[in-house]
């Protein structure tokens, strides 16, 4: 009996090194174009090659193992694979694994794909760098945990995007939703920028947010590229917790002005303009008359050239006009002065003369 099995046995082997075994010497049906087991060549030796037309089962005791279909897709846990390869599996054993062995001193890399997520989310499917979706019962655990990892989840209309520390420990960085972008941490663009557009009145917007604020405290602080009944420029709002504050506070229009809604402190301002107020010591100037000043002082209450109380509160003021303005004044007042020094030194000098008359008169 040994010796008839070890007969068939070579000569079975001798057929597939020979030719292709056609599938009715197998199992009594159709022909070698359709269903065969044979082989062919690879330099140096030789391949198994497996024709069957209806597709290839394998299976375990229990379930299939791996399906291959008539239109070349591929199965793993199902019999009916839907694209060309299709994992199926319940909620731990629906994830693919790649793993590389590295360059022999660095650690292997694992990329591990799933289609489930355990303890967090049933629907969520996602992808991860040393990362799996479910493990010993916990979720999102490290393939290799003596390196850190990443992970993203694709969720029902949300993205998400985290990190794993080389300790285990996880933090959500980066976050898209129907509602945005939400970043735990600095945005940096290098050599680029960042775009919010919207095609409004109130045009695309920054907003930085400080929840710890609450109640009437500005917790919100908008930053737009305005246009329409707002006015062509960029302009800061402020946004209180409680809705009772919205606001403008600041406005640099297009053209380079810029209107601050508050009060301004600063350690030093400098305003440059032309022309300056020199003109005041000019020969050709004429030096209004005390007289005519006096005059419209008591007629308009306020000095000439200069803008009235009212006119400022309902106007404003143009710091640099207001300031030559004001120098004008000084230097119209430096010129008076010396007017009059020149007055009272020659009035002294008159007193002094009679004075000296007045003496030599009383001496005996």
Do not use: C
Not at 162 to 188: C, F, H, M, P, Y
Not at 304 to 333: C, H, W, Y
């Amino acid at each position: 009996m040994r010796r008839t099995l070890l007969f068939a046995a070579v000569i079975f082997t001798t057929l597939l090194r020979a030719q292709s075994i056609a599938f009715d010497m197998l199992y009594g049906n159709s022909g070698p174009e359709y269903y065969s087991i044979g082989h062919y060549p690879i330099p140096g030796n030789d391949g198994l090659l497996i024709k069957w037309d209806g597709g290839i089962r394998l299976t375990t005791t229990s379930s299939t193992a791996l399906q291959v279909l008539r239109n070349n897709n591929i199965g793993i846990g199902t019999e009916t694979p839907q694209e060309k390869l299709t994992v199926f599996g319940n909620h731990e054993n629906s994830r693919i694994l790649l793993s590389s062995e590295g360059n022999g001193s660095d650690q292997p890399a694992n990329l591990v794909l799933w289609a489930s997520e355990p303890s967090a989310s049933y629907t969520g499917v996602g992808v991860g760098n040393n990362i799996t979706n479910y493990a010993n019962g916990t979720a999102f655990t490290r393939v290799n945990n003596s390196r850190g990892g990443s992970y993203m989840r694709l969720l029902e209309n949300e993205v998400n995007f985290n990190l794993v520390s080389n300790t285990g420990e996880k933090r959500q960085r980066l976050t898209v939703s129907s509602s945005g972008i939400a970043t735990d941490g600095v945005v940096v663009a290098n050599g680029g920028g960042l775009i919010s557009s919207e095609s409004s009145a109130a045009g695309g917007s920054i907003s930085l947010a400080n929840p710890s604020k609450t109640g009437t405290l500005i917790n919100n602080w908008k930053i737009y590229n305005m246009t329409g009944g707002y006015g062509n420029s960029l302009q800061f709002w402020s946004y209180s917790a409680d809705g009772s504050t919205v606001a403008p506070r600041l406005k640099l229009s297009d053209d380079g002005n810029m209107a601050l809604l508050g009060k301004f402190e600063a350690r030093e301002v400098k305003v440059t303009t032309t022309p300056t107020a020199d003109f005041v010591f000019d020969e050709d100037y004429k030096l209004p008359k005390l007289e005519e000043v006096e005059r419209h002082i008591r007629e308009k209450r306020h000095l000439p050239e200069i803008a009235s109380a009212k006119e400022m509160e309902t106007d404003g003021v143009n710091v640099g006009e207001f300031q030559i303005r004001l120098l004008q004044k000084i230097e119209e007042l430096t010129l008076y002065i010396i007017a009059q020094d020149k007055t009272i030194k020659a009035q002294q000098d008159r007193l002094e003369q009679l004075e000296n008359r007045v003496n030599k008169n009383d001496k005996p």
